[in-house]
């Protein structure tokens, strides 16, 4: 990753934020070096990073996109954000980013 780090931030409201996370997790784990636990995990993109935390307390799931360009750093939010949007449809999940 180059000396330049763009974030954004997106806090979900969620009574699940620790399946959410597990499941985001576990999806990408298939074709990515993920890491994770209950409260914390990183998505390890080519093209970015995508940071991980559930706060059951707060009932909510905080996910950082950092990437080293706009584009990409436009494509950690749309892939993650997507995902997850899917996931949740049920739970009428919305991901909105805000620069960090």
């Known amino acids: 990753m180059s000396a330049v780090e763009l974030r954004s931030r997106a806090v979900v409201a969620t009574t699940k934020p620790t399946p959410y996370l597990k499941q985001l997790a576990k999806h990408f784990g298939h074709k990515l070096d993920v890491t994770y636990d209950d409260e914390r995990g990183v998505l390890p993109f080519a093209f970015g990073r995508a940071e991980l935390r ?46 960090a």
């Open 54 to 99: 559930a706060d059951s307390d707060a009932q909510e799931l905080v996910i950082d996109a950092i990437a080293s360009t706009p584009e990409e750093l436009e494509r950690v939010e749309d892939v993650t954000g997507s995902h997850l949007e899917r996931f949740g449809r049920r739970d009428e999940l919305v991901v909105a980013w805000r620069p």
